[in-house]
């Protein structure tokens, strides 16, 4: 079994909604692909719709 923190909030991942599972995913792969391409590549959430691109740029 595995947690994560949202908010202070310790929480099951199997406790998780859809959207809460595909956030967490692809927090896990960005984060383990920039540390194995570190100083060759950056990779970034991909945001969708070009309309939806400025808020995901702040994140």
Do not use: P
């Amino acid at each position: 079994m595995s947690f994560v923190h949202i908010g202070d909030e310790l929480v099951s991942t199997d406790d998780l909604d859809d959207e809460q599972r595909r956030r967490l995913a692809t927090w896990l792969k960005t984060t383990y692909l920039n540390t194995l391409f570190q100083g060759k590549a950056e990779f970034f959430e991909n945001c969708g719709a070009v309309d939806q691109q400025e808020s995901c740029n702040r994140r």
